[in-house]
């Protein structure tokens, strides 16, 4: 599993953090880009989320939402949604992809809930289901590439 994609909604607040947490997390050799099912096209990541990302040492400033589509399911080895919905509406839409959709909170069956709209709170709290998820989700890619 090289290829990791993590989607949300908008692609602005959920899955930019995950995007950005692997990237650091699994360091070279791997390719981590994010996606939303009804994407906030080119717009860089919620100030919210940057912020928290930033007081965790995360530079989030280079991030520009794109939908999701057939190339970038295709790219992906593995695909990481925040919620049980997201996994549903790719498996509906694009049948070939069961078997490498993965909610994000698998490990603990838990959806993350989406923070946009709501108050600095709500983001504190998705960035803690995040952060403290992407560890298993670390150690299963780099298990799958004998890294671990």
């Given at each position: 599993m090289k290829n990791i994609l993590v989607v949300?909604?908008?692609n602005i607040c959920r899955s930019p953090t995950g995007e950005y947490l692997l990237k650091k997390e699994?360091?070279?050799?791997?390719?981590?880009?994010?996606?939303g099912l009804g994407a906030l096209v080119d717009h860089p990541a919620h100030e919210l989320s940057q912020k928290i990302?930033?007081?965790h040492g995360v530079d989030m400033s280079a991030h520009h939402a794109r939908q999701i589509n057939m190339d970038i399911l295709k790219w992906a080895d593995l695909v990481l949604v925040m919620e049980n919905g997201h996994k549903q509406e790719i498996i509906r839409k694009y049948p070939w992809t069961e078997g490498k959709v993965f909610r994000y909170g698998e490990s603990v069956q838990v959806d993350i809930p989406d923070p946009y709209r709501r108050p600095e709170s709500a983001f504190v709290l998705a960035w803690n289901f995040i952060s403290k998820l992407t560890p298993y989700w670390v150690k299963k890619i780099k298990e799958s590439e004998g890294q671990a």
């Open positions: 949300c909604t908008g699994l360091g070279e050799g791997f390719n981590v880009m994010s996606a990302a930033l007081e």
